[in-house]
């Protein structure tokens, strides 16, 4: 799906998807409608502008992320700003492309995002890990006495969680591990589901607050 408030920009981004064998289900001009199609549509990828009127882009992301995490955000944006980029990540989206992005990298970054790596345009990624590591090292509040222990993740759970934090791609995994994608795949949602996360993005963070980045 992807919602943009430049009709010949948003036709033309459909268009180009298309063309390279995606199924576009729906588009979208506003925030509001966005929400209201990409409910009706459920698409597995949104490919998302943040400047958007009656809803701005990082409220629809937080919102559909929300109701079906298993949705991939792909923000494209003109907006180069870091407080945009981590706004944008923070609210669920899976990467950030900047519009001056060519149809190349556009039709690949959404192939990436599909199968949920995180893409950035170069120079992005640095600035959102190295946000995460600064979040990371702030302190936490003591667990109290009645708070639930965290649960208990297996030994491939946590090496995949591991990797993930490195930032390798799902794919690189699965050839490190010698395993495959879709066994990634289910190993990061049995993940997100024991840690009640919603997103690789807040996975990430989950890992580098636990130093498993380092090891």
Not at 32 to 50: C, G, M, T, W
Not at 58 to 64: I, S, T
Not at 83 to 100: F, P, Q
Not at 121 to 132: K, N, Q, R, S
Request: include cysteine; charged fraction near 25%.
């Amino acid at each position: 799906m992807v919602v943009d408030d430049h009709p010949m920009w948003r036709d033309a981004v459909a268009r180009d998807l298309t063309e390279s064998g995606f199924d576009v289900v729906a588009t979208a001009g506003d925030g509001e409608q966005a929400v209201r199609r990409a409910k009706a549509a459920a698409p597995d990828v949104l490919v998302l502008d943040l400047n958007l009127p009656a809803k701005p882009g990082v409220q629809v992301c937080k919102e559909l992320v929300g109701a079906n995490p298993a949705l991939r955000v792909l923000v494209l944006s003109a907006s180069g700003e870091h407080a945009d980029v981590l706004e944008a990540v923070k609210s669920g989206a899976t990467g950030y492309l900047l519009k001056s992005a060519s149809t190349e990298e556009l039709i690949d970054a959404v192939r990436r995002t599909a199968v949920g790596d995180p893409v950035f345009t170069p120079g992005l990624a640095g600035l959102v890990l190295g946000e995460y590591r600064r979040l990371a090292s702030e302190p936490v509040p003591a667990a109290g006495a009645d708070e639930p222990k965290a649960p208990q993740l297996t030994d491939r759970e946590t090496e995949v969680l591991r990797l993930v934090a490195k930032g390798l791609s799902y794919k690189q995994i699965a050839e490190r591990l010698v395993i495959s994608h879709r066994t990634v795949q289910n190993h990061v949602q049995n993940t997100l589901g024991k840690l009640q996360l919603h997103n690789r993005v807040e996975l990430v963070r989950y890992a580098i607050e636990r130093g498993l980045d380092d090891e």
